[in-house]
């Protein structure tokens, strides 16, 4: 009989826990297909089902949820309408909504994750596509950017750079705002994907002191000495090996008061320890992805390079994501 309710307690805590998902899983949908927007004055079941052309009882099922979690409200005559808009994501036609960091975790981390067993079994990994993915993660990363770019910022401001150079730069986010407040420094942004860099050269079209380039950071060096380097979001692409040359290189790039600026998770840091470790666990399932570095990892490469780790200061505590200034050392 112990054993009975050890077995329901169990059960109940598992649907307990998992109940979060139910709001992440009813705001994915609404954000793909717009559904918050279209609701956004009350219309019936129908009408919306006819309008975007959607199955009625799938539709009518997730309004249900909705309206049990608190995201719609019936109206009169069967009408519903969508509520507490501040914890929906926005439109989708809004370049900004917050639907891309479920997009992102409901169409590849979920996903990967759920495939664990068969690949412990199997020995058998996925690999990342970044023809498939790398518009999304550059998007959400240009989300997470907005409360990592002060940070950068300061750290830019001491630096006082004429020349900055951003690998892996994805759409540009992190170079448009710099720009603004450092209109003098000439600025380079290093981007391996061919549609994230047009996207950035787009964005970046009317700061004439930005250049992209689409190539790989592995096979380029500049013209000449920098003095800021930034690497945001993009250790979990550089092998370990990989990691080290690139850090090697940066030193040679560098000007002998340089900078080197990385945001990015750390594994078993002292803020955020369950978000990254379960960012390594999804990065470890890829055979082109990589674990994220621990502090006495970036300390290894700083040595390793030249450099001197300066500074580790939290950017994203949840996440366990830091902005990490190193200087150059010789």
């Known amino acids: 009989m112990i054993s009975e309710y050890v077995r329901l307690f169990k059960a109940r805590g598992y649907m307990k826990r998992n109940l979060p998902f139910l709001y992440s899983w009813h705001a994915y949908v609404g954000y793909e297909l717009d559904l918050y927007e279209a609701f956004k004055k009350p219309k ?110 300061k750290v830019m401001k001491k630096a006082n750079p004429k020349r900055v150079v951003d690998v892996g730069c994805g759409s540009g986010g992190y170079l448009l705002k710099l720009s603004k407040k450092f209109p003098k420094a000439e600025m380079l942004g290093i981007e391996l994907n061919e549609d994230v860099a047009k996207e950035a050269k787009r964005n970046c079209m009317e700061q004439e002191q930005i250049e992209i380039l689409c190539n790989d950071v592995q096979e380029w060096s500049p013209e000449s000495k920098v003095d800021f380097v930034m690497l945001n979001n993009i250790l979990h692409y550089i092998s370990p090996k990989d990691r080290t040359t690139l850090f090697k290189n940066i030193d040679e790039w560098l000007n002998r008061k340089g900078t080197l600026s990385i945001v990015t998770p750390i594994h078993n840091s002292k803020h955020g320890g369950q978000f990254s470790s379960v960012f390594n666990s999804f990065f470890t399932a890829f055979d082109n992805l990589y674990p994220l570095p621990s502090e006495d990892d970036l300390e290894e490469l700083a040595r390793q390079a030249g450099l001197k780790v300066e500074k580790m200061k939290p950017v994203i505590k949840e996440g366990g994501w830091y902005q990490i200034t190193l200087t150059k050392t010789k």
Not at 69 to 85: E, F, N
Not at 111 to 126: A, F
């Open 44 to 153: 019936t079941i129908t009408e919306v089902a006819q309008e975007f052309s959607l199955k009625e009882d799938l539709l009518v099922r997730w309004v249900e949820v909705g309206g049990v979690i608190g995201y719609l409200k019936q109206r009169s005559k069967q009408r519903y309408q969508t509520v507490k808009r501040f914890m929906v994501p926005s439109s989708k036609n809004n370049p900004r909504s917050t639907g891309v960091l479920l997009k992102e975790m409901m169409e590849l981390h979920i996903p990967t994750l759920i495939k664990y067993p068969k690949m412990m079994q199997e020995d058998q990994k996925e690999s990342f596509n970044q023809d498939k993915h790398g518009m999304v993660v550059a998007q959400t990363s240009s989300l997470l950017e907005q409360l990592a770019v002060p940070r950068v910022m």
